[in-house]
């Protein structure tokens, strides 16, 4: 079902970005219609980003897809990793999501591998060889990543309706140099993108991250950040946030295998709550480029951070 959404924020994923990528945010959303998947759609298909065209390497020097979908309708959510021959894995996923009713048999959430590109033919989604997926930035970017730069660009975008109803999208070309067959945080529920609407509380959180896989999905960080705002929702949006960060993440005993270089994460969380809209952004890394719709505006901003400490912003969107 199509949602009409009054809301809808895109980012590039955080990290080390080529300067304007925030316009490519905006023109995503200027082409997107108003639709969630639409937009990520429209990024895939650039290969200045890290998803679908262009998506980082393997050390194999294969290219291994990821992307997920959430709705609020159901807490409906699907993902497909590892996946080879497709231009859109966050359309793939949406389909997914879309097919779970189909049948008495229990439908999957998660679909990798060789079983994601047989999905995608079988659901029609455009597919097309590994070569297709590959360009002179994913070769150049994986020569700089034997020199150990890091990336964790996965790009996401979220939206929310004026009656609550919310979704997520993310897609990924995966850490550069991963090992073939690795999963990242979109494969995992509760942890790369969350949407939920509780009609009692009249309100709707919907959140898209990114970072380092590994330790979103230890942290099952969008679940928790979305559970912090519906538990105080007499708060300030902006300092729960805060304080989930700082408490699942930044000070979370799950983590401590990996080093402070490593625990890197941001994102976009919507707040909807008795009829006003709030877009939240953070991170701890460069910069996180993004852009929102505030009214009849599309609006961009690139948020600039640093590797040493989070940084946080919000911006009251207009729905009309």
């Known amino acids: 079902m199509y949602i009409q959404c009054i809301m809808i924020a895109v980012h590039c994923g955080v990290g080390n970005h080529l300067e304007n990528t925030d316009k490519l945010c905006a023109q995503s959303i200027k082409e997107s219609g108003n639709e969630c998947v639409n937009a990520v759609m429209f990024l895939e298909k650039d290969p200045r980003t890290n ?103 996965t790009v996401g975008s979220i939206s929310i309706s004026e009656s609550g109803e919310c979704e997520a999208s993310i897609s990924s070309g995966g850490v550069l140099m991963k090992k073939d067959g690795r999963l990242g945080h979109c494969t995992a529920f509760g942890s790369g993108i969350w949407a939920e609407h509780r009609e009692e509380a009249k309100m709707s959180v919907a959140i898209t991250l990114s970072g380092c896989g590994e330790c979103i999905v230890r942290t099952r960080l969008a679940e928790k950040i979305a559970a912090g705002l519906f538990n105080n929702p007499n708060d300030i949006p902006l300092q729960v946030v805060e304080s989930s960060v700082r408490k699942y993440f930044v000070d979370s005993s799950v983590l401590t295998p990996y080093s402070s270089s490593q625990r890197k994460v941001g994102g976009l969380i919507g707040v909807q709550m008795d009829g006003a809209f709030e877009l939240i952004a953070f991170h701890n890394t460069r910069n996180l480029p993004l852009a929102y719709s505030s009214g009849h505006k599309i609006r961009r901003r690139n948020l600039i951070g640093s590797d040493t400490e989070f940084i946080y912003e919000a911006f009251h969107v207009n729905p009309k």
């Open 51 to 153: 998803c679908g065209i262009g998506s980082s390497l393997t050390k194999n020097g294969n290219v291994e897809c990821e992307g997920a979908y959430m709705k609020s309708d159901g807490l409906l959510f699907g993902a497909v990793g590892a996946l080879s021959n497709c231009f859109h894995p966050s359309l793939l996923s949406k389909n997914l999501v879309l097919s779970s009713h189909n049948g008495n048999l229990i439908w999957p959430m998660v679909v990798v591998g060789k079983g994601a590109d047989s999905l995608a033919v079988e659901m029609n989604v455009p597919t097309c060889t590994q070569q297709d997926l590959i360009c002179k930035t994913s070769e150049l970017a994986a020569k700089r990543a034997r020199l150990q730069l890091e990336s964790f660009d």
